[in-house]
């Protein structure tokens, strides 16, 4: 995916949680251990709803901030996410798919921390402010939800 604006980062980030739901929900149908299956189901909601949530932020966004140019900033932290083939989830342990869900997210996180630092237009600085808030507050409840599943 070309990334030239902020808009399209926000289509690359909803492909993420997108790509995350579909190889989690085919990973908990593939999985012979009924706790990973939990978990991958959970993380497949969870990444679903993600992927509408972003949608709505688009979609109620200030398309000035999502207009905005961003090509260089995003070329300097790129995220190498495995999107295409078979997952890793499917031979993973449910700590494992924790640690690797979390970092998925870690870097999602990250790329819009480096983006609202490097921006200097006050519409862009709200707009990464309140994805990045989203963002964060998602991978809290997610990681505090993976480890109730992980408990029971």
Same mark, same amino acid.
């Given at each position: 995916?070309?990334?030239? =604006? /902020?808009?399209?980062?926000?289509?690359?980030?909803?492909?993420?949680?997108?790509? /995350? !739901?579909?190889?989690?929900?085919?990973? +908990?149908?593939?999985?012979?251990?009924?706790?990973?299956?939990?978990?991958?189901?959970?993380?497949?909601?969870? &990444?679903?709803?993600?992927?509408?949530?972003?949608?709505?932020?688009?979609?109620?966004?200030?398309?000035? %901030? /999502?207009?905005?140019?961003?090509? !260089?900033?995003?070329?300097? *932290? +790129?995220?190498?996410?495995?999107? =295409?083939?078979?997952?890793?989830?499917?031979?993973?342990? *449910?700590?494992?798919? %924790?640690? %690797? *869900?979390?970092?998925?997210?870690?870097?999602?996180?990250?790329?819009?921390?480096?983006?609202?630092?490097?921006?200097? %237009?006050?519409?862009? *600085? &709200?707009? /990464?402010?309140?994805?990045?808030?989203?963002? &964060?507050?998602?991978?809290?409840?997610?990681?505090?939800?993976?480890?109730?599943?992980?408990?029971?």
């Amino acid at each position: 995916m070309q990334i030239e =604006t /902020l808009y399209d980062v926000m289509q690359w980030t909803k492909n993420i949680h997108q790509q /995350l !739901h579909v190889f989690a929900a085919h990973c +908990a149908l593939e999985n012979d251990s009924e706790r990973s299956e939990l978990l991958l189901e959970y993380i497949s909601s969870h &990444e679903q709803k993600m992927a509408r949530v972003i949608r709505q932020f688009e979609d109620n966004s200030n398309s000035n %901030a /999502l207009n905005t140019y961003c090509r !260089h900033f995003y070329e300097k *932290t +790129a995220i190498p996410i495995h999107l =295409t083939g078979e997952h890793p989830f499917e031979k993973m342990d *449910t700590d494992e798919i %924790a640690i %690797a *869900t979390l970092e998925y997210h870690k870097n999602i996180v990250g790329l819009f921390e480096y983006l609202q630092n490097c921006s200097s %237009a006050p519409s862009v *600085t &709200e707009f /990464l402010s309140n994805i990045l808030s989203l963002e &964060e507050a998602e991978k809290r409840l997610l990681a505090r939800n993976m480890k109730q599943i992980d408990d029971l």
